[in-house]
C-alpha cells in the first residue's frame, strides 16, 4: 500500500503479558517515530528512528518498552510485562528523512492497545 | 521542553460558516514549525496546514488558514465554508527546526469540532 500501516488494528491483553505492535512505514523514508495517544489526550512522543538506529528514545516511559527496527524498515513496539496504564492508541509516523522544513510526518490508524 | 496549550476542548460550527481554533505554544528557540493535524474517528492523523516560524506570511490551504502571531506565541486555524466532512479531533503541534534534534512532534490536547446543520 502507499501509506503507513499497522498491525494489529486492535489488541486486547492481560495484565502481565508481553506484546508486540508492527509498523510499516511508506516505502523509501528513512525517519519513523512511535508515538501513543492515551484517551483523551494528543499524542506523545515515544522514540524515532533514523535508519535502523533509535535517534532519540527519550519519550520511552520505562524499560519495559523497546522498539526496533533492523532492516531499517519494518519496526516494531515492544511491551513487556503490560499494565492497565499502558492501554492507550500507539500510532507510527514516517517521513522522507528526519530534517529540513519539508518533512511531513504521515501517519498511520494506529493499534489500539487495552490492558485488561 | 516546548508545550503547546489547545484550552478549546470543544467547538461547534454551522456548515457554512467559519469558525477558529486556538493554540498558543511555548519555546525558547527561534527555529522551529507548527503544524494543524485533522484526527477523523478513523484515528489516522492528517496533516492539514504548516507555518515555518521564520516566514512572516500566514500559510494558508484551500478553506484552512492560519494567524501565527510569533510574538505571543500563538498560532490559531480558520475554517472558512465548514462543511460537515471537517468535523474531527484538531490538533495543534511543534517541531525544533534546530540541526541535530530528533524531528519529534509536541501536540496539544486536542479541539473536537462539530460540524452542524
Known amino acids: 500500500g502507499a501509506g503507513v500501516s499497522q498491525t494489529p488494528s486492535n489488541k486486547v491483553t492481560e495484565k502481565g503479558k508481553y506484546v508486540e505492535l508492527r509498523c510499516d512505514p511508506i516505502s523509501g523514508h528513512t525517519a519513523l517515530y512511535w508515538y501513543r495517544q492515551s484517551l483523551g489526550q494528543g499524542p506523545e512522543f515515544l522514540i524515532y528512528f533514523q535508519g535502523t538506529g533509535a535517534a532519540d528514545d527519550s519519550g520511552l516511559p520505562n524499560d519495559r518498552f523497546f522498539a526496533v527496527r533492523p532492516e531499517g524498515s519494518v519496526s516494531t513496539l515492544k511491551i513487556q510485562r503490560t499494565e492497565r496504564g499502558d492501554s492507550a492508541v500507539y500510532l507510527c509516523?514516517?517521513?522522507?528523512?528526519?530534517?529540513?522544513?519539508?518533512?511531513?510526518?504521515?501517519f498511520g490508524p494506529g493499534t489500539r492497545l487495552t490492558v485488561l | 521542553a516546548q508545550t503547546v496549550t489547545q484550552s478549546q476542548p470543544e467547538m461547534s460550527v454551522q456548515e457554512a460558516e467559519t469558525v477558529t481554533l486556538s493554540c498558543t505554544y511555548d519555546?525558547?528557540?527561534?527555529?522551529?514549525?507548527l503544524f494543524w493535524y485533522k484526527q477523523p474517528p478513523s484515528r489516522q492523523m492528517i496533516l492539514v496546514i504548516r507555518q515555518e516560524a521564520y516566514k512572516q506570511q500566514n500559510a494558508t490551504e484551500n478553506r484552512f488558514s492560519v494567524n501565527f502571531q510569533k510574538a505571543a506565541k500563538s498560532f490559531s486555524l480558520k475554517i472558512s465554508d465548514s462543511q460537515l466532512g471537517d468535523a474531527a479531533m484538531y490538533f495543534c503541534?511543534?517541531?525544533?527546526?534546530?540541526?541535530?534534534?530528533?524531528?519529534?512532534?509536541?501536540f496539544g490536547t486536542g479541539t473536537r469540532l462539530q460540524v452542524t446543520l
Open positions: 519555546t525558547s528557540e527561534s527555529d522551529y514549525y
Open positions: 509516523a514516517s517521513s522522507p528523512s528526519g530534517h529540513g522544513s519539508y518533512n511531513e510526518q504521515f
Open positions: 503541534a511543534y517541531r525544533s527546526g534546530h540541526t541535530g534534534t530528533a524531528s519529534k512532534l509536541t
